[in-house]
């Protein structure tokens, strides 16, 4: 009887709610796979822009918070680099804006990763939450990436540091990620080879320790019901 009474908009937002990490992971994959179809026809960044703008406010709702100081830092990052996507130079826009990104989702990554690990028990938004934060590994070790061989020009084998792809960094990251072992693209100089060993590390680790854990919570939450 409560349920027919809610609005339309309560339950969009009860949904939305329920499902936070489905809306985080479609607009992470859509920063990999739609983004770069778009920048073919709209080109100057602007697909690349749009989907980091849908993943500053999917974040917003995947850490479960109250606090709209959040929405609001994702709204203001958001306009921010939308005005210096049309109003400055690559060069001039490029250090602080990609640092403000930087920051940014190395919060969320530290707010998703304590989410998992008070988690209770694993369902499938739990799952999609561990993949999301392995995504979000990936999407912060390109970031990391560019600014180096923004730096350091030449740290990266065939990316060009002053007009390389954003979309060759995510490639080069998560095929380091990955380990699946290096091809075209190769770190140079020292600085990106510590980037990829580290990033390499962070991998493997984090599946390993993932899967154990998330294999550990099931159990307990099996065995829990059991005795119940």
Known sequence: MEKNKLSVKQKIKIFILKHFNIFLLLSILG????????????GNGYSQTLFFTIIFLSAVVAVKTNNNNLLIIALII??????????????????????????????????????????????????????????????????????????????????PAESGKFHDYLYFSFVTLTTLGYGDISPVLPMAKAVAVFLAIIGQFYIAIVMAFLISKFISQKSSSQKD
């Open 78 to 159: 958001s306009a921010y680099i939308w005005f210096d996507l049309l109003f400055f130079t690559h060069d001039e826009r490029f250090s602080f804006t990609f640092f403000i990104i930087l920051i940014y989702f190395i919060y969320i990554l530290i707010k998703l990763i304590i989410q998992l690990i008070k988690t209770e028990n694993v369902d499938s938004d739990v799952i999609m939450e561990s993949i999301n934060i392995y995504l979000i590994i990936g999407l912060v070790g390109a970031i990391v990436l560019n600014v180096v061989n923004h730096f350091i020009p030449g740290s990266i084998n065939t990316i």
């Open 31 to 42: 920063m990999f796979f739609i983004s770069p179809a778009l920048e073919g026809i709209t």
